[in-house]
Structures are given as structure tokens and as C-alpha cells.
């Protein structure tokens, strides 16, 4: 597979980055960068278990566009100006995943790019999976 170096993936990256660095202005990597300080002094390996910490995180989001879809009516879910509203949650997701893998260098845009191009070649329904 060739490099991908779209202007989508360029862009991905540096909304990405943007991200992570906000997260980390706002605080919430300080607690996380102190337990890895002290893991790596201690000779443990913190990220199976901060990769799992934020995987859940992200699967919370998700649980909250659920209850956005369950809550709210269908013309409410693209209005991206009121919290709470699918759209939002969905965005919510896509942010902790940009902020996730910002912190492991995790170059998603490209993966993104990867996938639907495998996708692409997968013919219906990727040759017959149920889901």
C-alpha cells in the first residue's frame, strides 16, 4: 500500500493534534502523564491500561448518542449547536478518538483513508458477514 498523505489525512492530523492539545491545556492529561511518570519508574507498563481507560471514555460518548437517539426526535440529531443531540455525541467520539491517538501517535486520518479503500474492494456486505 502506498503512503497516504491526503489533504483529508493532513487535515485529520492537525485537528488531531489541536485536540490532544486542548485536552492537555484543560488538564486531563496531568493526572495521566504523573501515573505514567511513576509506571515507568515502577517498571510497568501503563499503556494497555490507559488505552483501556480511554476506550471506555469513548464507548461513553457512544452510550450518549444512544440515549440521544432514544431521547430525541430525528430532525433533532443534526443540530450540531445544542449539546447533547446525536450529532454532537457522534462528535463527542471522533474527539476522544483524535485525543487518543494523538497521545500514542496513532495516525488515524490515514487509517481512515486505509479503510474505506479496503472497503472499497470488499464487495457486499464483505462477502456475506452477518454484521
Known amino acids: 500500500m502506498s503512503e497516504i498523505n491526503s489533504k483529508f489525512a493532513i487535515e485529520f492530523s492537525a485537528k ?56 430525541h426526535p430525528i430532525e433533532s440529531w443534526s443540530d450540531y449547536r445544542t449539546k447533547d443531540t446525536m450529532v454532537r455525541e457522534l462528535a463527542g467520539c471522533v474527539v476522544r478518538i483524535m485525543d487518543m491517538a494523538e497521545n500514542f501517535g496513532l495516525p488515524v486520518g490515514k487509517a481512515i483513508e486505509a479503510e474505506i479503500e479496503a472497503n472499497r474492494g470488499r464487495g457486499h456486505m464483505h462477502g456475506g458477514k452477518k454484521a
Open 16 to 71: 488531531q493534534q489541536e485536540a490532544f492539545l486542548i485536552n492537555c491545556t484543560n488538564g486531563w492529561w496531568s493526572d495521566r502523564a504523573d501515573i505514567a511518570e511513576a509506571c515507568v519508574t515502577s517498571g510497568v507498563d501503563y499503556n494497555p491500561h490507559l488505552a483501556i481507560e480511554l476506550i471506555g471514555l469513548i464507548h461513553t460518548e457512544l452510550s450518549e448518542a444512544v440515549e440521544a437517539a432514544r431521547k
